[in-house]
């Protein structure tokens, strides 16, 4: 069974960083890991995702070049480092997770993935 715990959300000021953590267990080779966010009354919003054995990383285009994914295998642990921050990034960040492989095409679509962590909330002010 796949299981995720988040840590690492905040509130900081425009232009700082943060970075997020998911512990997660369950999950192999072939496994996808991915994170996502909503703001209020948004739709949950992909962010960026990745196969757990690496490769192929698609990130949203509102992130790109702010925002990295990274592992940390042997603590089966993904973070999701957050540069120069905006207050349109303010949202709930979930990092979520798929057993088996499927196509990096779908990889931003919420209903590929098995399970979801509980959420931290990051908050940037302007």
């Known amino acids: 069974q796949v299981h995720l715990v988040e840590s690492g959300g905040g509130m900081v000021q425009t232009g700082a960083s943060l970075r997020l953590a998911c512990v997660v267990s369950?999950?192999?080779?072939?496994?996808?890991v991915a994170w996502f966010r909503q703001a209020p009354g948004k739709e949950r919003e992909f962010v960026v995702a990745?196969?757990?054995?690496?490769?192929?990383?698609p990130y949203a285009n509102s992130v790109k070049g702010r925002f990295t994914i990274s592992k940390d295998r042997a603590k089966n642990t993904v973070y999701l480092q957050m540069n120069n921050l905006k207050p349109e990034d303010t949202a709930v960040y979930y990092c979520?997770?798929?057993?088996?492989?499927?196509?990096?095409?779908?990889?931003?679509?919420?209903?590929?993935?098995?399970?979801w962590g509980q959420g931290t909330q990051v908050t940037v002010s302007s």
């Open positions: 990745q196969s757990w054995s690496g490769g192929s990383t």
């Open positions: 369950g999950i192999g080779s072939n496994s996808v």
């Open positions: 979520a997770a798929r057993r088996n492989r499927i196509i990096v095409g779908v990889w931003s679509q919420p209903n590929v993935y098995d399970a």
